[in-house]
């Protein structure tokens, strides 16, 4: 069974900086796609970053390039969203999610993750 469990969340000043951790669990190898997705309260969920399985392509939304960098550890099947710069509009609920071959991060694409955390909240103050 699958399982993806977020951690990291927290709430800082604009400006600060936090680094999100998602665990998974229940593959049986590394070849599965990761993603960061968040959801603000009020709004649809949308696609932050995402990386294949060996790490040589990353997709950033445009808001969070810069200032946002997705890494994964396969040797500690944890990935990681570091995130700088934090603005209050980055204020929403963080949710990893896996698939094995889906690695995108266009809103059409979210439904074609299989797997999901129960999400982090990152709350930004002004």
């Known amino acids: 069974q699958v399982q993806l469990v977020e951690s990291g969340g927290g709430s800082v000043q604009a400006g600060g900086s936090l680094t999100l951790s998602c665990v998974v669990s229940g593959f049986p190898d590394s070849r599965f796609c990761l993603a960061w997705f968040r959801q603000a309260s009020g709004k649809e969920r949308e696609g932050v970053a995402s990386?294949?399985?060996?790490?040589?392509?990353?997709l950033y939304t445009d808001s969070v390039k810069g200032r946002f960098t997705i890494s994964r550890d396969n040797t500690r099947n944890t990935l990681y969203l570091q995130m700088n710069s934090l603005k209050p509009e980055d204020t929403a609920m963080y949710y990893c999610?896996?698939?094995?071959?889906?690695?995108?991060?266009?809103?059409?694409?979210?439904?074609?993750?299989?797997?999901w955390g129960q999400g982090t909240q990152v709350t930004v103050s002004s």
């Open positions: 999610a896996a698939d094995r071959y889906y690695c995108g991060i266009q809103d059409t694409g979210i439904q074609r993750y299989m797997y």
């Open positions: 990386m294949t399985s060996t790490g040589s392509t990353t």
